[in-house]
C-alpha cells in the first residue's frame, strides 16, 4: 500500500512538472518558428480555402482553451508547450490574419502536410510551400528590422519540424498506388531529401538550429488499425507503414549527421518519439494512460473516422485516459509528456541536444 502510495505521488509530481517546470521560466529565448503538419498546425488550415474536414470545432479545443483554435487535439500541442519552457507566447499561425510582430516566431505548419508536393496535393500547404512562406516573413522582416537584426534573430532562433507522416500514411489511407511506383527505400529517400533541401534552404537565409523528431508507430494509430480491420481482420496494427515509418527513422539521424559535416554552424536535435510511444503502447498505466488503441472522439472502428464535432460521432467520457483525441492525432497529455522530454530529457531520448540546451546555444 505503501509503495502504491509512493508511486502516485511521484506520477503527480512528475505530472506537475510537464505543465509547470520551474526551470522553464527563468529564460529568455530566441524566436520559435514551426514547420509540418497537422501534429503542429496551430490554426493554419482554418484560413485555406478547402473543402478537407478543419478541427475548428467543438470538441478540439475542449480542454485548455474551452473552444476550438484550429488545433488538432484536445488542447495544446507540442510547440505550444516549447514556447511556454522557452519564456515564449503562443506562436501565431502565418495566416492568421492581423498584424504579426514574427519576433517571437511565427508557425508555418499545415495540417495534411507532406515532404513530398504530391501528398495531400491542393489540400494544405506542402513543406515547400512553407518554406516559401518563411522566405516572404524573412523579406517582411528585413523591411521593418533591417538586415543586420534580422540576421541575429535568425541565427539565434529554433526551427521545429513534425513532417513525413502522412506521406505514409496518404498512400495507404487513399488507396494509392504511388507506393507500387518505388522501393520503400527510395520513397522514404525522397522524403528525407525534401526534409534536407529545406533545412539547407533556411540555412541559407540565416537559420543554424533545427529540432526534428522521428515519427511514431504510424501502423498502430486509430485509422490504421481500422485499415488493417477492414482489409485483412484483427486488431493489430498496420505493420506496413510502421515499417516505412522506421525506415524513415533509420535514415533521419543519417541524414542530419550528414548535414552537419557540410553546413558550418548548424546544430540540431533528434527526439525519438518512436520509443516514447512504443513505450506507452506497452504499459498504457505506467504513463497514466488507460486507452492506446482507439481515438476519443469520432466514429467507427477504433473510432478512427474523422468525424469529430460533426453530425455523428462519440466523445470519451475521461481525455485524459486516452493516448489519442482523435483517429491520428494525440491528446493535449500526450503532448506535454513529448514536449517536456523535448525540453530537457536525457540524450537516451533526445540527441546530440535537447530543446532547452538547443535554444542556450
Known sequence: MGSSSSNILCFLMLCASFLVPASCRSY??????IFGDSLYDAGNNIYLNTNTPKPNIFPYGETHFM?????????RLIPDFIAEFANLPLIPPYLQPGNHQFTDGVN????????????NQGLGMDLKT???NFKNMEKQLRQKLGASEVKT????????????SNDYLVPFI???TVLQYYSKKEYVKMVIGNITTVIQEIYKIGGRKFGLSKLLPLGCLPVSRALKLSSKGGSGCLEEVTLLAKLHNRALPEALKELKSQLKGYTYSIFDAYTVATAIFNNPSKY??????????????FRSSFTCGRKVYQLCDNVSEYFFFDGIHPTEKVNSQFAKLMWDGSPKIIKPYNLKTLFEK
Open 28 to 33: 529568455s529565448h530566441g524566436a520559435l518558428f
Open 174 to 176: 487513399t488507396n494509392s
Open 288 to 301: 497514466g494512460f488507460q486507452e492506446v488503441k482507439m481515438g476519443c472522439c469520432g466514429s467507427g472502428p
Open 153 to 164: 534573430l535568425l541565427s539565434t532562433a529554433v526551427y521545429m519540424f513534425s513532417i513525413g
Open 108 to 119: 508555418f505548419a499545415s495540417g495534411g502536410a507532406g515532404a513530398l508536393v504530391e501528398t
Open 130 to 132: 512553407q518554406l516559401s
Open 67 to 75: 473552444h476550438p483554435t484550429g488545433r488538432a487535439s484536445d488542447g
